[in-house]
Each structure stands twice: as structure tokens, then as C-alpha cells.
């Protein structure tokens, strides 16, 4: 070979072992001057180790990429469990999700497994439920407009992880409710006042009017009688207050709250003309009768013929004297009252002639 040919060819091993280099210092993540490195061969021979070390290292399997337990969604355990709203109000159930990454948040209504919304996409024809999320909060809020009586139930909150995770919410919707305190009775006394309290709760708003009724009368505060009045205050919970002064029999009777977006409540009052109010309740009628009077009685039934007497065992004449003699006092007066039988059998030996009479009369006797 030439002596220039293998000049030119030496140059040029150089210049490529000096790109290399420069290489490696730039691209490497080699930082500032090199201070390590007593000459070039020291270097080059530093940077062919650790690659001949790299290629004889073994290569670790590919492994799958797992997701941490803490980094997966989860239901935000303080979020209420149960929601109450007013009828007619809006009502608010919220689902708190913390790392839910790309999964989607749907809720569900448990009475007919409805679909209702599915992030914040509405999936009902009902345009009253409708989701929303704040992300400032992570909470995915289900709203119900104008809330039902039938909306009430279980409803839940889900996350589309595999398997599925759920969150579940029991929906309470209450009714505006009028309640008569003291009922269902009250008693006062006569000339004092009637004070009847009627309370309205759970009402969306106060009740435009209260009515008070007396015999299904309305109650006119403006009669003749005088002394009636009625004090409103409304509020979250409306109070009416039915003031009767000097109360009368005639005052006695049903009363009845009807407000104008509740149920009716009653009342029934009595006005005592100084009887206790325990002589006012009634039980069931009949004869109080005596034990005493019911065992004399039997044996007067019993003894009231010879077979009874003769029967009688000799060791107890002492009980026999006692009932005959205890019978003989109670049947001069009451006795033959008591007895029907007596009475139509003398009625019967009246119309017959003298020796049936005899006969019937002894009939009767026995």
C-alpha cells in the first residue's frame, strides 16, 4: 500500500474516533471540562468498558405495568348516605370520587334499575334529573328538580371500574304535615280559655292562609259571641294559635286546622261543667254485679227445691242453714222479679178453675 494511502486512511481513523468523543461528551450527559481523565486513551479506554460492561449485563423480563392500589378510584367515605328534600323543592344527592382518572361516574335509580345519567350526560326523559361536577370538590352532584313523593328511595352512585364500584344513597322526600298539639282530646274547664296550637311543618314555603273549623264551620273571628282570635307566625315551621275566651258547653266539639298546602288536623275538645274528665270517657254498659249476689242466687236455684235439700251431705248443714236463711231474705223482694218463669206460670194458674189452680200452683212451687 501506498505511504500516502495509509497516511489519508490513519487521518481519517482519527477524525472518526474524534467525532465519537465529542459525541459522547455532548449527547452522553457529560457536564463541563473533563477533570476525571488523565489523557484521551485513559477516557476512550473508560467509555469501551462500560459498554462492553453494559452488553454483558443480563437483560431483566418486560414486565406489565401495574397501578397502584392508592392511585385507583374511590367513594369519599364522609360523603351522607341519606338525603332528605321537601316536596316540591330541588334535592341534591352527592357522589364524592377521589382518583377517578378516566372512569366514568353514572347513577343508577334503584326502584325500576334506571340508568339516569352517565357522567354528565342525561340518560332519562325525565328532564328533571340532570348530574353535575365540580371539580374543585370531585363531587359528581345528581339533582332532582321539583322533588316527588315517588322519587323517594335508594338511588347509586357507580364507577365504571371492573368490577364495578358503587356508592349508595337513600333519597327521603317529606310531606308539608298540620299536627293539632295535645290531641286527639283536650278538656277545659268552663269560663276559661280555649288555646288550640296547630304546627305546619315541612313546607317548602309558609302556607298562604290556616282556616279553623268548628262543626266543619269555618270559624268566623268577627261573631256576636266575641272572644275568639286568631295569632299566625310563619316561618320554617308556621304556628297558629286559636284563642276561645270564657268557653262554654256550646263550645265544646271538633276543631279543625286546615292550612292551605296541608292535610287537615283535628281536635275534639270538651268543656266540663266541674266534672273530672275521667267521668267523660264511656266503656261498655251493663249490670255491676256482685260475686257475693251471683253464689246466693245459685244457691237459691239450687236449693229452691226438696231434691236440693235432701241432697245436701250431712257434714255441711251449717252451709245449708246459711244459704236457705241468706235465699229466704233475698226472695221476698227480689226473688220473684228475677224469675219470669214464676210470673207467667201464676199469670197462667189466674185464668183456671179452682182445682187447676191447685194444681198449677204446686207446678209452680216446685
Not at 452488553?55 to 369519599?76: G, I, Q, S
Not at 382518572?101 to 350526560?121: E, F, P
Not at 296541608?262 to 255491676?288: F, I, Y
Request: charged share 15%; with cysteine; hydrophobic share 35%.
Amino acid at each position: 500500500m501506498p505511504l500516502h494511502m495509509a497516511h489519508s486512511i490513519c487521518v481519517a481513523w482519527a477524525m472518526l474516533l474524534v467525532v465519537i468523543v465529542m459525541s459522547d461528551m455532548t449527547n452522553g450527559g457529560v457536564q463541563g471540562p473533563i477533570e476525571g481523565y488523565n489523557s484521551l486513551e485513559e477516557m476512550m479506554m473508560t467509555t469501551t468498558d462500560r459498554a462492553q460492561a453494559a452488553m454483558l449485563l443480563p437483560t431483566a423480563p418486560t414486565v406489565a405495568y401495574t397501578h397502584p392500589k392508592w392511585m385507583e378510584p374511590y367513594f369519599d367515605p364522609s360523603t351522607p348516605r341519606n338525603v332528605t328534600a321537601l316536596m316540591g323543592k330541588n334535592a341534591y344527592l352527592s357522589c364524592r370520587v377521589r382518583n377517578l382518572a378516566n372512569k366514568t361516574v353514572s347513577w343508577i335509580r334503584h326502584r325500576d334499575i334506571h340508568i339516569l345519567t352517565v357522567g354528565s350526560y342525561t340518560y332519562t326523559s325525565d328532564q328533571r334529573f340532570q348530574a353535575t361536577h365540580h371539580q374543585d370538590t370531585d363531587d359528581w352532584t345528581l339533582q332532582i328538580k321539583w322533588a316527588q313523593k315517588r322519587d323517594a328511595g335508594m338511588y347509586e352512585c357507580q364507577i365504571s371500574t371492573q368490577p364495578v364500584r358503587s356508592y349508595f344513597v337513600r333519597l327521603n322526600v317529606v310531606v308539608p304535615t298540620a299536627t293539632i298539639l295535645g290531641g286527639p282530646d283536650l278538656h277545659v274547664d268552663k269560663g276559661s280559655t280555649i288555646n288550640l296550637t296547630c304546627t305546619v311543618k315541612f313546607s317548602p314555603e309558609p302556607p298562604a292562609y290556616i282556616f279553623w273549623y268548628h262543626h266543619e264551620e269555618v270559624i268566623n273571628y268577627d261573631s256576636s259571641r266575641g272572644g275568639v282570635s286568631v295569632i299566625t307566625e310563619k316561618g320554617d315551621v308556621t304556628t297558629s294559635f286559636l284563642l276561645i275566651q270564657n268557653a262554654d258547653l256550646a263550645d265544646s266539639g271538633k276543631y279543625s286546622c286546615a292550612p292551605s298546602n296541608a292535610d287537615v288536623a283535628s281536635v275534639r275538645v270538651h268543656v266540663l261543667n266541674g266534672e273530672h274528665p275521667e267521668a267523660m270517657q264511656t266503656g261498655s254498659s251493663g249490670c255491676q254485679v256482685n260475686w257475693l249476689t251471683i253464689v246466693l242466687l245459685l244457691g237459691l236455684v239450687l236449693c229452691y227445691s226438696k231434691q236440693c235439700t235432701a241432697a245436701l251431705p250431712s257434714p255441711l248443714p251449717g252451709l245449708a242453714t246459711a244459704i236457705a236463711s241468706a235465699s229466704s231474705e233475698s226472695t221476698t223482694a227480689t226473688s220473684r222479679k228475677r224469675c219470669p218463669a214464676v210470673a207467667s206460670c201464676r199469670q197462667a194458674a189466674s185464668h183456671a178453675n179452682t182445682q187447676a189452680q191447685v194444681q198449677v200452683k204446686r207446678h209452680c212451687h216446685r
